[in-house]
């Protein structure tokens, strides 16, 4: 059981590399409801996604759990949005946890890595090392050289990046040219209540959409000069992405939704980027 909205190289990797082997449902899972009535018998894994990516929905980390222990199945929850130093899905009940160091945990645009951590050292634990071991997928010394670097400043930095955070959210959702702010530290987002339960701030990670269509959507992308345009997140820069032009034709993300990574430069600076963007 996997989120309907999630990372779309997880979901391009299920549905084309893993597609003859596993079965899946993509469901709402901010929905405990449907999440009961789609376990079937054969099911062994549940795999959240919170803050999701890219329209930030906040799934409740400690009930979901609760489910899963009652059916025996495995609870994965990818918390990348929101480092540890927000989240700690583990100590609200999740068996495993992955990160992409890539992001928050690596924090300057330089390290290629992920990161899964077990709840505990069980037979689970015991396969995914033999996985490490014999896969080869290692990341090499000097990516693990960055990342303990990186990790000494991840407090600091994040403490940054919500702060900038809600302040550029804050402006978004007062601008007349912006439809919609999908960021979990406003209180109108709808599971906001969970969120503030769940995490100890908010991140620097955001969606928003443009009033208007594609066209629209991308003269403010093309018209940044802060923003650099990528499609990672968690660095020092602040990072923008038309998420739509990302995921290609088949994608469920609307076309006039851009994702942004609020950086740690001047928070002036990036709403003055944004305005002159957005005029």
């Excluded at 400690?62 to 609870?75: D, F, G, N, P, V």
């Excluded at 992955?98 to 015991?126: C, F, N, P, Q, R």
């Excluded at 991840?154 to 804050?170: E, P, S, T, W």
């Excluded at 969606?207 to 594609?214: E, P, Y």
Aim: aromatic residues 6%; glycine residues 6%; hydrophobic residues 40%.
């Amino acid at each position: 059981i996997a989120p309907d909205d999630m990372y779309w190289g997880i979901k391009k990797q299920l549905l084309t590399i893993f597609n003859e082997i596993l079965e899946f449902d993509f469901i709402d899972q901010t929905d405990l409801e449907l999440i009961k009535a789609t376990i079937k018998p054969n099911t062994k894994l549940i795999w959240i996604e919170t803050p999701s990516n890219p329209l930030l929905k906040i799934t409740d980390i400690e009930e979901i759990s609760k489910i899963a222990k009652a059916h025996q199945i495995t609870l994965a929850c990818d918390s990348t949005f929101a480092s540890p130093i927000l989240q700690n899905p583990i100590l609200l009940g999740a068996d495993i946890v992955m990160h992409s160091s890539t992001k928050y945990l690596g924090g300057h645009s330089d390290v290629l890595g992920g990161i899964l951590v077990t709840a505990k050292k069980d037979e689970l634990w015991e396969k995914i090392k033999n996985i490490q071991q014999t896969g080869g997928a290692v990341p090499s010394p000097f990516d693990c050289f960055l990342l303990c670097r990186s990790i000494k400043t991840l407090a600091y930095r994040m403490r940054g990046h919500c702060d900038n955070g809600k302040k550029v959210a804050q402006y978004l959702v007062n601008h007349p040219k912006v439809e919609a702010v999908f960021y979990p530290g406003l209180t109108s987002h709808p599971q906001h209540e969970i969120a503030k339960k769940q995490m100890s701030d908010f991140g620097g990670m955001m969606s928003f959409l443009v009033k208007g269509d594609v066209e629209e959507t991308s003269k403010v992308v093309n018209k940044v000069k802060l923003f650099a345009q990528a499609t990672s997140l968690g660095g020092v820069e602040s990072l923008i992405e038309h998420r739509y032009s990302v995921e290609g034709p088949d994608s469920k993300t609307p076309k006039n939704l851009l994702r942004i990574s609020v950086g740690l430069e001047h928070v002036d600076d990036i709403i003055a980027d944004l305005e002159q963007a957005l005029s």
